[in-house]
T-cell receptor, first 111, second 115 residues
Framework: AQKITQTQPGMFVQEKEAVTLDCTYDTSDQSYGLFWYKQPSSGEMIFLIY??????QNATEGRYSLNFQKARKSANLVISASQLGDSAMYFC????????FGAGTRLTVKP | DADVTQTPRNRITKTGKRIMLECSQTKGHDRMYWYRQDPGLGLRLIYYSFDVKDINKGEISDGYSVSRQAQAKFSLSLESAIPNQTALYFC??????????????FGPGTRLLVL
C-alpha cells in the first residue's frame, strides 16, 4: 500500500526567508512519482513541482525545490525567499498506480 | 476559458436525493479523476478513468458512481446523498503513461452540502 505523510499541520515563515515543508512516503514500488501542489484560500489546486523516483538530481522550479532523499523516503519542498502570496495549503502527493495525497501543511507567511 | 470545468460550483441537497456532479475538459487528456477533500484529510480518490472504456474504483468509492460519457466528460453521481458526503469535490485530468505525464490538472471544485 502507498502512503504519504505530512507531519506539519501548520508552519509560519517570515517574508523573504526560506521554508521547508516535510513529506515522507511509503511504497514498495521502485517506480513512482512525487508531486507538490499548492491550494490558496480560493480553493484551486496548483501543480508546483515533480520528482521521479529514478531522477538523480533534485527538481527545481523557480523558487521551489524538492529535497529528494530516496533512502529516507522523503520529498521535502523548499520554498526560497517566501512571499506573502505563498500563504496557502501545500499538499505532497505520490503516484504509483494512482495518486495519493498527504493531509497537507498550511503555510502562513508573515510580513 | 478554463481547461477543466466543473458544474455546479456549489450545491445544497437533502439526505436521500440523487445528485450528479459534472466535469468537462478541453486539455485532450485521456485520464480523468474524481476526488473529495475533507478538512485535515487531504484529497481522497473516489474513481478514476484511464479512457472512455476504463473505470476504476479509488480509495473511497462506496456511495458513489461515475460515468465517462466521452473523452472530455466524466460525471460523478451520489445515488442517495448522506450528510457525511458533504465535502469539496475535485475533478482532475492527466495525460498519463508515467512520470511527469501523471501530473494532474484540477478543476475549480464543487462545494456540496448535504442536509
Amino acid at each position: 500500500a502507498q502512503k504519504i505523510t505530512q507531519t506539519q499541520p501548520g508552519m509560519f515563515v517570515q517574508e523573504k526567508e526560506a521554508v521547508t515543508l516535510d513529506c515522507t512516503y511509503d511504497t514498495s514500488d521502485q517506480s513512482y512519482g512525487l508531486f507538490w501542489y499548492k491550494q490558496p484560500s480560493s480553493g484551486e489546486m496548483i501543480f508546483l513541482i515533480y520528482q521521479g523516483s529514478y531522477d538523480e538530481q533534485n527538481a527545481t522550479e523557480g523558487r521551489y525545490s524538492l529535497n529528494f532523499q530516496k533512502a529516507r523516503k522523503s520529498a521535502n519542498l523548499v520554498i526560497s525567499a517566501s512571499q506573502l502570496g505563498d500563504s496557502a495549503m501545500y499538499f505532497c502527493a505520490m503516484w504509483v498506480n494512482d495518486m495519493r495525497f498527504g493531509a497537507g501543511t498550511r503555510l502562513t507567511v508573515k510580513p | 476559458d478554463a481547461d477543466v470545468t466543473q458544474t455546479p460550483r456549489n450545491r445544497i441537497t437533502k439526505t436521500g436525493k440523487r445528485i450528479m456532479l459534472e466535469c468537462s475538459q478541453t486539455k485532450g487528456h485521456d485520464r480523468m479523476y474524481w476526488y473529495r477533500q475533507d478538512p485535515g484529510l487531504g484529497l481522497r480518490l473516489i474513481y478514476y478513468s484511464f479512457d472512455v472504456k476504463d473505470i476504476n474504483k479509488g480509495e473511497i468509492s462506496d456511495g458513489y458512481s461515475v460515468s465517462r460519457q466521452a473523452q472530455a466528460k466524466f460525471s460523478l453521481s451520489l445515488e442517495s446523498a448522506i450528510p457525511n458526503q458533504t465535502a469539496l469535490y475535485f475533478c482532475a485530468t492527466s495525460v498519463g503513461s508515467g512520470g511527469l505525464k501523471e501530473t494532474q490538472y484540477f478543476g475549480p471544485g464543487t462545494r456540496l452540502l448535504v442536509l
